[in-house]
């Protein structure tokens, strides 16, 4: 029989070019944020997190904007490398549940 | 360094069998989770503890059963499966606001 399948956003990009994945949230009282990597076969890794006091972070190349007007996160990695390639979540949380994301696939290409 | 071990990495259950997915951290944490993740998502919260003695539902805690009557374990129990139940799972441990996960159980019911 004919099988569905679930599909992520998918952002391609070339090695060594600038990725933005970008994230919406729901709640307005959240007051911390995550972005997540996930690599096929792995659990979630932290990357960078940002509080609702913030609206910029960065880490090593890596940089994460924050827009609490329209509720709006956004990650992005400088010089993108083949092992960036993963799944990247952004997550919520406010009283210390986190939630998720649906997750955006990035795909880097030699 | 152990961080979060979660076992086992893969089961197959028929219908209506039961079993419990393992957690331990060694990290001291007080807050531990369970989250699980469909094809193409995010990650969603089943249950969640904030210290020994302590557990509390999340946003899909149907089915499921968990225990923490010490630090370090956070067993998530299945009673009857179902193939709803089919997914990956993910523990997790905090002791503020950064999470860390384990590798994740795959688990089929059929």
């Known amino acids: 029989g004919e099988s569905v399948g679930l599909h992520l956003p998918t952002l391609s990009v070339q090695e060594g070019d600038n990725s933005i994945i970008n994230c919406a949230y729901s709640?307005?009282?959240?007051?911390?944020f995550i972005w997540y990597k996930q690599e096929s076969g792995k659990g979630p890794q932290f990357i960078i997190d940002?509080?609702?006091?913030?609206d910029k972070r960065q880490g090593q190349r890596v940089t994460v904007l924050l827009n609490k007007t329209v509720k709006h996160l956004s990650l992005q990695i400088a010089a993108t490398q083949p092992g960036d390639s993963a799944v990247y979540f952004c997550?919520?949380?406010?009283?210390?549940?986190?939630?998720f994301g649906k997750g955006t696939k990035l795909s880097v290409k030699p | 360094n152990a961080g979060v071990t979660q076992t086992p990495k893969f089961r197959i259950l028929k219908i209506g069998q039961s079993m419990t997915l393992q957690c331990a951290q060694d990290?001291?944490?007080?807050?531990m989770y369970w989250y699980r993740q469909d094809p193409g998502m995010g990650l969603k919260l089943i249950y969640y503890?904030?210290?020994?003695?302590?557990?509390d539902k999340g946003e899909v805690p149907n089915g499921y059963n968990v225990s923490r009557s010490t630090t370090e374990d956070f067993p998530l129990r299945l009673e009857l499966a179902a193939p709803s139940q089919t997914s990956v799972y993910f523990c997790?441990?905090?002791?503020?606001?950064?999470?860390?996960f384990g590798e994740g159980s795959w688990l089929t019911v059929v």
């Open positions: 997790a441990s905090s002791s503020g606001n950064t999470i860390y």
């Open positions: 709640n307005s009282a959240s007051d911390y």
């Open positions: 940002i509080r609702s006091n913030m």
């Open positions: 997550a919520e949380t406010s009283q210390g549940n986190l939630i």
């Open positions: 990290m001291n944490h007080n807050y």
């Open positions: 503890s904030v210290g020994a003695g302590i557990t």
